[in-house]
T-cell receptor, first 113, second 113 residues
């Protein structure tokens, strides 16, 4: 079946450091890939997405590129801020067995001032 | 206007009780979901409904029963609550199709004592 694997956290960085959160996936067909962010006490919200191979999603300084050859969708940001502290979820949506979004385990990011 | 709203936000109840969580979306989406998030932030899909019909029912005890009176509502009823049911439950909705993201409610924190 489909699955998403992302690096375990927590990840602790100083402000203005470079961020990478790794995500790889297993899927049949042609899934779309997403990164969601969850701030404390809130629901998940979409951060960025890519719907086909080689697409790059970007938002708020975050980027991720859909790499079909390596089945990856790593999240990057060049300079993190304290306000980026949150839990980040990699996800895929496929239509295998009905439209379903599957999430990775989540990676908690702490950014220190 | 809240896109996906769920009530209550907090629910504390005793073992053995029956409780319901309500969810409503005003986005005109065809598909609604229930997810369970455990204490480690792992997010697992429980159910998916498309136009009031159940299309995904993951391995969930049959004490959990979703009900969709119309495509804007998906309620979750839980019978004979157990300690292990304590978690945050998220409702979400999306338009049908793999390229569209899911919109999440704020979550219901259920504590069974």
């Amino acid at each position: 079946g489909n699955s998403v694997t992302q690096m375990e956290g927590p990840v602790t960085l100083s402000e203005e450091a470079f961020l990478t959160i790794n995500c790889t996936y297993t899927a049949t067909g042609y899934p779309s890939l997403f990164w969601y962010v969850q701030y404390p006490g809130e629901g998940l919200q979409l951060l960025l997405k890519a719907t086909k191979a080689d697409d790059k999603g970007s938002n708020k300084g975050f980027e991720a590129t859909y790499r079909k050859e390596t089945t990856s969708f790593h999240l990057e940001k060049g300079s993190v801020q304290v306000s980026d502290s949150a839990v980040y979820f990699c996800a895929l949506t496929s239509n295998t067995g009905g439209f379903k979004t599957i999430f990775g385990a989540g990676t908690r990011l702490f950014v220190k001032a | 206007d809240t896109a996906v709203s769920q009530t209550p936000k907090y629910l504390v109840t005793q073992m053995g009780n029956d409780k319901s969580i309500k969810c409503e979306q005003n986005l005109g989406h065809d598909t609604m979901y229930w997810y369970k998030q455990d204490s480690k932030k792992f997010l697992k899909i429980m159910f998916s409904y498309n136009n009031k019909e159940l299309i995904i029912n993951e391995t969930v005890p049959n004490r959990f029963s979703p009900k969709s009176p119309d495509k804007a509502h998906l309620n979750l009823h839980i019978n004979s609550l157990e300690l292990g049911d304590s978690a945050v439950y998220f409702c979400a909705s999306s338009q049908e199709g793999t390229e569209t993201e899911a919109f999440f409610g704020q979550g219901t924190r259920l504590t069974v004592v």
